[in-house]
């Protein structure tokens, strides 16, 4: 058995890790895609037999071109770059020996599995903890492995639901807006990835490994602090009459706090006024006597007749070019923006290009694909994302071969036995 | 009996995975949640503030509707578990005191202006030439190093400018986009941060090495938009934004719908597979549905088909009905029932239905409370304890834990610094 590895060592951040990774979707691959372009060796595993459809994404649109197939899908794509992807039946004997192996000379077991499911092919943390005394073990569901929800199904927009984000997402008087994506698979992968990264700190410093046991609800639940508190603290609820009012800022008041419409179709631009000096600069801009107007000449008077100021904002923004004037507002020193397209944020923007927010990796069957790059950058040993996600199995040989020793010959049986 | 083991439970008295681990954070807005995490998760994080305190302290709500500047919950939430001193930067005994402080520890982390502490002489370059395994955390809107991070910046224009707000809010496009609430462009930077610091940590052991790391909030909600992005970058299609569900390249069905008190439950993950569709017909006979719903004869066909492949729908008409009959049907329940036992029955019968809690309901639900989400933290300014957000994730060894409410302001001083609160040098 060999401990090489793609990265040499000391390379990237976490070259000396090895994480046995049965994640899929979003909330969990998108935790070993930051880990992976750390430099960690992420071998991700996948069932042949349902040809690693468990993960939705792997044959799902959106296509680089006309071609479809279980290698195509660009979602996953995105989501796992830098991986090494084998296949491996669970439910074979020699598919759970391999699985084995890995297990041992891995540092981390990563899974976004409902709760129970790696249980029931036998390998519980217990049994992990077996085959490796200091492995670190997170799993990663709606609900985690304890309480009275944890049988429970989940995806995305369920978790954004049950913890409060899809509700304080929204304008007085509808229904919630939530988010128009599943904003918790970021978060859960982020989470999880923290949650790797701690336990392996614990490792190094203790020698002991541990399971973790996220609940992507939960997580989810602590990124509304402030309105718990108001709760926990006043007895004021989120769910009142006139809120959520989430396009204003009550948590610190500003006003105007806006997004106002532009020229053009569906075309808004943002504007903030963090204080009083900001509300001065952005009177010289508006220029109006209406400004003057002593409703509005302190903070507490433009809350007390904020639907007036926003109309009049409105009406002298509704037939400006949002660009133009966002740029106009931001050189008085006040935060504005457009409300952007994707086309304008990643191809016209140099606050994400300069950044190298858009990498081209090399995908075997996609060819060159650009994909979300990461919004940290460090000094000595930065992230990096060249290779695409891998197709069906295309480690096998490497990692089966190379990395557990199995003979050329085996891997030719066990291909044909469908066990890899 | 259920196959499913026991998640862990916190070891009881142990101490979190950063113990040990020191500190600073100089108090910014960017920085707060960040340090919030790395503190729970048991590094002493030392909060620095100026002396005339930090402007988060007047972010409401405010406990009591004080305008106090103890009385912030803002502050209250995102600064538990830190310790507080006050310093003013500008002053040089002051810096004098910052760089004592910092000799003696493992991690600087700092929102401040770009190049505001490059001109008092207290950066990264001049510190880890003292200090090489010091490991420097920047969050700022832009980044440090980035041609607009000198832009002025908010939670909303980040998320305007960067992707969020483009794909949120209504089918009805007369009406604004909308900034999901909370902060959360600052938690995006800063749980963005907090994995790239215990990377970097990580490395320091193997290296002795510690290193800058530049975070740009901007960039983190840019990579934080699921299909908005990876759809433009590989197709150059521009998602919509519908009511209450995923931006889409063409209208998808409503996924939200009143419970029989109006209010709003998700229904969740439509039924795909034969036993789901069995599940729905056999609920909606329990709840005398099944002949009152015109399209039953759809959700049977899902039964018989085998149930619906989602990578067909667009080429199979039959299918795309099958999977709408399961929504529409799903819709009809909700209506009739509390949402609370929509997601909950709807669960227990194998659906993935869900319902819209608003945040503080949270603290109340039987599973959440179960798990110890609620925890109950003494303050040392009223009689009563506040209850507060729990841990994002149980570790069974090295347990999350919130030590103390957010400290007052010069709290620490003596015990830190060596002075008292308010005292001028």
């Avoid at chain 2, 982390?109 to 510190?127: F, V």
Wanted: contains cysteine; proline residues 6%.
């Amino acid at each position: 058995m060999t401990t090489s590895r793609r990265v040499e060592p000391g390379q990237h951040a976490l070259s000396d890790f090895r994480i046995c990774d049965l994640t899929g979707q979003l909330a969990g691959a998108g935790a070993t895609r930051l880990l992976a372009a750390l430099g960690a060796q992420v071998i991700r595993i996948e069932d042949p037999v349902r040809q690693g459809r468990w993960d939705l994404l792997r044959g799902l649109e959106p296509f680089v071109d006309e071609r479809r197939g279980i290698d195509l899908g660009a979602g996953f794509n995105n989501h796992n770059v830098e991986k090494l992807g084998v296949t491996l039946n669970l439910r074979s004997a020699r598919g759970r020996e391999l699985f084995e192996d890995l297990v041992r000379i891995s540092d981390a077991v990563t899974e976004n599995f409902a709760a129970g499911v790696l249980a029931r092919l036998g390998f519980p943390y217990e049994r992990l903890k077996q085959l490796r005394s200091d492995i670190v073990y997170v799993s990663n569901s709606g609900f985690g492995y304890r309480g009275p929800y944890r049988e429970f199904k989940s995806w995305g927009p369920i978790v954004q639901a049950l913890c409060g984000l899809t509700f304080s997402s929204g304008l007085p008087g509808h229904p919630p807006a939530g988010w128009g994506y599943s904003y918790m698979d970021h978060h859960g992968a982020n989470f999880m990835a923290i949650a790797v990264l701690g336990a392996l700190v614990h490792r190094q410093r203790t020698g002991e490994g541990q399971w973790v046991d996220m609940s992507c609800t939960e997580a989810g639940a602590t990124l509304l602090g402030p309105a718990l508190l108001d709760h926990s603290v006043n007895g004021r609820p989120l769910r009142r009459e006139g809120m959520p009012n989430s396009n204003r800022s009550q948590s610190p008041e500003m006003a105007p706090h806006n997004i106002y419409p532009a020229l053009g179709e569906d075309a808004w631009i943002a504007i903030a006024c963090r204080d009083q000096s900001d509300w001065k600069a952005l009177q010289l801009i508006i220029d109006k006597a209406w400004t003057a107007s002593r409703r509005f000449v302190d903070l507490a008077g433009r809350l007390s007749h904020e639907d007036e100021l926003d109309a009049l904002i409105a009406d002298w923004t509704r037939l400006q070019d949002r660009h133009e004037l966002a740029e106009r507002i931001r050189s008085a020193g006040v935060p504005a923006s457009a409300v952007q397209t994707p086309s304008e944020r990643i191809d016209a923007d140099p606050g994400t290009s300069e950044w190298g927010l858009w990498p081209t990796v090399e995908h075997r069957e996609m060819g060159q694909v650009r994909v979300d790059g990461l919004p940290f950058h460090l000094s000595e040993t930065d992230w990096k994302m060249e290779s695409g996600a891998p197709c069906l199995g295309e480690h096998n040989e490497y990692v089966f071969g190379e990395l557990l020793g199995v003979d050329s010959g085996e891997l030719a049986e066990l291909r044909a036995a469908g066990v890899m | 009996m259920s196959s499913i083991p026991d998640g862990p439970i916190p070891a009881e008295g142990a101490s979190g995975p950063l113990h040990g681990l020191r500190v600073v954070e100089l108090a910014s807005e960017w920085t707060a949640f960040a340090g919030k995490l790395l503190a729970e998760l048991g590094a002493e994080v030392i909060l620095v503030e100026a002396t005339s305190g930090a402007p988060m302290r007047d972010y409401g709500p405010f406990a009591g509707d004080s305008k106090d500047r103890e009385a912030s919950l803002w502050w209250g939430h995102y600064q538990t578990s830190k310790l507080g001193v006050t310093l003013d930067l500008d002053e040089p005994d002051h810096r004098d005191r910052f760089l004592r402080m910092l000799s003696s520890v493992d991690m600087v982390l700092e929102g401040e202006a770009p190049g505001r502490l490059a001109r008092l002489g207290i950066d990264h370059p001049e510190r880890c030439a003292n200090d090489p395994a010091l490991i420097w955390i920047s969050i700022t809107p832009f980044g440090r190093d980035n041609p607009r991070a000198a832009e002025p910046a908010t939670d909303l224009t980040l998320l305007a400018g960067g992707g969020p707000v483009w794909s949120c809010g209504y089918d009805d496009h007369t009406l604004p986009p909308v900034r999901g609430g909370g902060n959360q462009a600052m938690h995006t930077g800063g749980l963005h941060a907090v994995a790239a610091a215990l990377a970097a940590l990580l490395r320091r052991e193997a290296s002795g090495r510690g290193q800058h790391i530049d975070v740009s909030v901007y960039a983190a909600v840019n990579v934080t938009t699921e299909e908005a992005t990876f759809r433009w970058l590989v197709a150059g299609e521009t998602v919509e934004r519908q009511t209450g569900r995923h931006a889409s390249t063409r209208p998808t069905m409503p996924t939200m719908a009143p419970d029989v008190d109006g209010r709003h439950v998700n229904t969740g993950a439509p039924p795909r597979s034969t036993e789901e569709f069995t599940a729905l017909l056999g609920w909606m006979e329990d709840l005398g549905l099944r002949d009152r719903f015109p399209d039953t004869v759809l959700l049977e066909l899902g039964v018989e088909r085998g149930g619906v492949n989602l990578a067909d729908i667009d080429v199979d008409v039959e299918a795309q009905a099958i999977y709408g009959a399961g929504r529409e049907a799903l819709i009809l329940i909700a209506s009739r029932l509390v949402g609370y036992d929509f997601f909950v029955e709807g669960q227990r019968r194998g659906l993935a239905t869900s319902l819209i809690y608003a945040p503080e309901e949270v603290l109340s639900d039987p599973h959440f409370i179960a798990r110890g989400f609620p925890i109950e933290v003494r303050d040392g300014s009223r009689t009563e304890k506040v209850t507060h957000a729990g841990a994002p994730m149980i570790f069974g060894k090295s347990p999350w834990k919130l030590r103390s409410r957010a400290p007052q302001l010069g709290e620490h001083n003596a015990v830190k610094l060596g002075t008292q609160a308010g005292e001028a040098e």
